[in-house]
């Protein structure tokens, strides 16, 4: 079973994210980057579903240490504002699409679907 980690400080966005997912996918959540660096080094994450603000932390920062580091994951990125995603991550292979909040639930869960198929 592929497996989701989503990071996000909004308990109702990790919510809903668990609640599309978790019957198909073993399903991870952090609220925080180190609950998240936690997860990555103990289970053998394939998606993150990023906020690229979280708990006023930077996710452009928290992408590159993990693309460096574990080369196998692949990214989703849910922000409020689209243009705080570095050009550098946006032209990185392992970013496979960006949601700009409110983003359409079902149209991203099809998307992993999709890719993970």
Same mark, same amino acid.
């Given at each position: /079973?592929?497996?989701?980690l &989503? %990071?996000?400080?909004? &308990? =109702?966005?990790?919510?809903?994210?668990?609640?599309?997912? !978790? /019957?198909?996918?073993?399903?991870?959540? &952090?609220?925080?980057?180190?609950?998240?660096?936690?997860?990555?080094?103990?289970?053998?994450?394939?998606?993150?579903i990023?906020?690229?603000?979280?708990?006023?932390?930077? =996710?452009?920062?928290?992408?590159?240490?993990?693309?460096?580091?574990?080369?196998?994951?692949?990214f %989703?990125?849910i922000?409020?504002? !689209?243009?705080?995603?570095?050009? !550098?991550i946006?032209?990185?292979?392992?970013l496979?699409?960006?949601? !700009?909040?409110?983003?359409d639930?079902?149209?991203?869960?099809?998307?992993v679907?999709?890719?993970? &198929?």
């Amino acid at each position: /079973m592929r497996k989701i980690l &989503a %990071i996000d400080d909004e &308990a =109702g966005i990790r919510f809903l994210l668990k609640t599309v997912f !978790e /019957m198909e996918y073993s399903f991870f959540e &952090a609220s925080n980057i180190k609950d998240a660096f936690d997860i990555i080094n103990s289970s053998e994450i394939d998606f993150i579903i990023l906020d690229l603000n979280v708990d006023g932390q930077d =996710g452009n920062e928290f992408f590159k240490i993990i693309n460096k580091d574990y080369k196998n994951i692949n990214f %989703i990125i849910i922000t409020g504002d !689209e243009s705080l995603v570095s050009e !550098e991550i946006r032209l990185n292979s392992k970013l496979l699409n960006i949601y !700009e909040k409110p983003f359409d639930l079902q149209k991203l869960k099809t998307f992993v679907d999709t890719y993970n &198929a």
